[in-house]
């Protein structure tokens, strides 16, 4: 089963256990997205078609993710070397740099709403931001 299929509660308790994964890297990777799920909903307030699409397009990469975070870090946990190493350090850059696209993405629809839709895309940007400093650091942290 994928973390995305899990119910929250389960989430939550799996990421609470004393295991090697899921932890950070999935939580980082769901919180961005969870901002770009904020971010399509005050995309489609906005009108914003092309943000609406790439909105949906980020969070499920990001699902995807948080996924491999998981088994990345397994594996390397299992077996320390270079290629294990190598893949617990670019899942998280691409974490943040799906965040960092994010937080642009959240601020452009930002602009574009007078509603209170606009603590939406507040809250994706402040979101992803975070999301992207955590990655960034456990990139740092794994290398």
Not at 47 to 64: F, G, H, N, Q, Y
Not at 94 to 119: F, N, P, T, Y
């Amino acid at each position: 089963m994928t973390l995305s299929e899990q119910r929250v509660g389960d989430l939550l308790a799996a990421l609470g256990e004393r295991t090697p994964a899921p932890a950070s890297g999935v939580a980082t990777a769901l919180t961005a997205a969870l901002a770009a799920a904020l971010v399509e909903l005050a995309g489609r307030f906005a009108e914003d078609e092309p943000s609406v699409v790439r909105a949906k397009a980020l969070w499920s990469r990001l699902s995807e993710l948080a996924d491999e975070d998981a088994v990345a870090y397994t594996a390397f946990m299992a077996e320390r070397n270079a290629e294990t190493r190598a893949r617990i350090i670019a899942v998280p850059e691409e974490i943040a740099a799906c965040a960092d696209e994010i937080a642009a993405l959240a601020e452009h629809v930002r602009g574009k709403l007078q509603s209170s839709v606009a603590g939406d895309a507040e809250a994706a940007t402040e979101l992803a931001r975070a999301a992207a400093t955590v990655a960034r650091r456990l990139a740092e942290l794994n290398g």
